[in-house]
């Protein structure tokens, strides 16, 4: 899937998280997502505990941090 499809899945709500970036309208926090897979679980572990979630949710999640990095 390419970059920006998978960056649709990232989305802004005023109402949800003050504004932050989640997951295709969820109350999933991007930074929840990337918090987790920083503190050691993996992508299988983060799937099981969030049935919601997809495996490209957390690819999207690692393409905006990257994105945010490089000041794209």
Request: net charge negative; hydrophobic share 40%; aromatic share 6%.
């Amino acid at each position: 899937m390419k970059e920006q499809k998978l960056l649709d899945r990232i989305t802004f709500n005023p109402q949800i998280f003050g504004d932050k970036p989640i997951i295709r309208g969820r109350r999933l926090a991007v930074e929840h997502i990337l918090g987790m897979l920083a503190a050691g679980d993996t992508i299988e572990t983060l799937l099981e505990a969030y049935p919601c979630l997809e495996r490209e949710d957390v690819q999207a999640c690692l393409i905006y941090e990257r994105r945010l990095v490089g000041h794209e």
